[in-house]
């Protein structure tokens, strides 16, 4: 019943060990995961706030003008969230010269991408500071 095939076969079976024989080389460890985006797809990774004027917006960029009169151009992805009056808006609702505020964070190239825009707020309607 016993070949001389088989018993090779089961020597070199023998000689590897069991996985529960020896410790892993790199010792397995819970690592934490990213949180999971709020419901509703909204982004609120931003690391940045940039508030300047609406210059113009197509299918992949969002340009303002800050300031300093330089231009920032960001990306537009499926998570950039465009807002109005605190309603879901879309790029084609800002025009030209309005001031906006965009919150942006970026991606593994350091690229800016836009997360949040919406209309500047005025000075007369950011909450009045209180005096002591």
Do not use: W
């Not at 088989?6 to 060990?17: D, N």
């Not at 460890?29 to 609120?44: C, K, Q, S, Y």
């Amino acid at each position: 019943m016993s070949s001389p095939a088989s018993v090779i076969l089961a020597l070199m079976l023998l000689q590897y060990p069991y996985p529960s024989q020896y410790p892993t080389p790199y010792p397995t460890r819970n690592i934490p995961r990213a949180p999971a985006e709020p419901p509703g797809g909204a982004n609120t990774a931003a690391v940045a706030t940039f508030s300047g004027e609406f210059k113009s917006a197509d299918k992949k960029f969002i340009t303002i003008e800050v300031d300093n009169g330089q231009s920032m151009r960001m990306y537009i992805t499926a998570s950039t969230k465009f807002f109005r009056d605190d309603k879901p808006a879309k790029a084609s609702d800002f025009h030209a010269g309005e001031n906006v505020d965009i919150d942006a964070t970026r991606d593994a190239r350091m690229n800016l991408l836009a997360v949040r825009v919406a209309p500047a707020k005025s000075k007369q309607q950011k909450a009045p500071e209180a005096n002591p």
